[in-house]
Antibody
Framework: QVQMVESGGGLVNPGGSLRLSCAGS????????MSWIRQAPGKGLEWVSY????????YYADSVRGRFTISRDNAKNSLHLQMNSLRADDTAVYYC???????????WGQGTLVSVSS | DIVMTQSPDSLAVSLGERATINCKSS????????????LAWYQQKPRQPPKLLIY???TRESGVPDRFTGSGSGTDFTLTISSLQAEDVAVYYC?????????FGQGTKLEIK
């Protein structure tokens, strides 16, 4: 069955860095675009970043552009999010999500919690 | 950016009654070349990731009960639950994937009256 498992979350100081990873299984990873979507505690969903199936097209939300970098390794069925210059308002559960080409996100991972605090 | 606005923010409905959630986009998300509305609905239960219910505004995802119906076009959309069940208590989000950033509505919390 389709599964995405995130890892790499944790507690980090403001200004610090973290690298999130997502391992996909149960589907042909290279056929799908992937996104990171986050949810601050008690809040709604915020789209963070998109990477096309080949990795050639990338988009970021204004709130993270210049600080976060999305990447993927189709040979290893993995998705990554390098997060630098972290701020308190980056605190959230980060979800890895699979997207149908030119269409919607259809599956979400369980999420990994990132807490930015001193 | 396309702003997605849901109404109401919260809703309490009796078991077996109809629940209606509205979603309005700040610009049309109908792609005229294929006549598709780039709108999805997700259900999120506590401590769980969101689950896809509806895509292309009105196509029900496989396995989703037929009491869930999506409708609308252009800028105005509706999610209707025809007969509320206890397991439908959740937060519901609309989401446009027409153009990046792929924005979400603020969510509608659905409870039992």
């Amino acid at each position: 069955q389709v599964q995405m498992v995130e890892s790499g979350g944790g507690l980090v100081n403001p200004g610090g860095s973290l690298r999130l990873s997502c391992a996909g299984s149960g589907f042909i990873f290279s056929d799908y675009y992937m996104s990171w979507i986050r949810q601050a505690p008690g809040k709604g969903l915020e789209w963070v970043s998109y990477i096309s199936s080949s990795g050639s097209t990338i988009y970021y939300a204004d709130s993270v552009r210049g600080r976060f970098t999305i990447s993927r390794d189709n040979a290893k069925n993995s998705l990554h999010l390098q997060m630098n210059s972290l701020r308190a308002d980056d605190t959230a559960v980060y979800y890895c999500a699979r997207g149908v080409p030119a269409a919607m996100v259809d599956y979400w991972g369980q999420g990994t919690l990132v807490s930015v605090s001193s | 950016d396309i702003v997605m606005t849901q109404s109401p923010d919260s809703l309490a409905v009796s078991l077996g009654e109809r629940a209606t959630i509205n979603c309005k986009s700040s610009q049309s998300i109908l792609y005229t070349s294929n006549n598709k509305n780039y709108l999805a609905w997700y259900q999120q239960k506590p401590r769980q990731p969101p689950k896809l219910l509806i895509y292309w505004a009105s196509t029900r995802e496989s396995g989703v009960p037929d009491r869930f119906t999506g409708s609308g076009s252009g800028t105005d959309f509706t999610l209707t639950i025809s007969s509320l069940q206890a397991e439908d208590v959740a937060v519901y989000y609309c989401h446009q994937y027409y153009i990046t950033p792929h924005t979400f509505g603020q969510g509608t919390k659905l409870e039992i009256k």
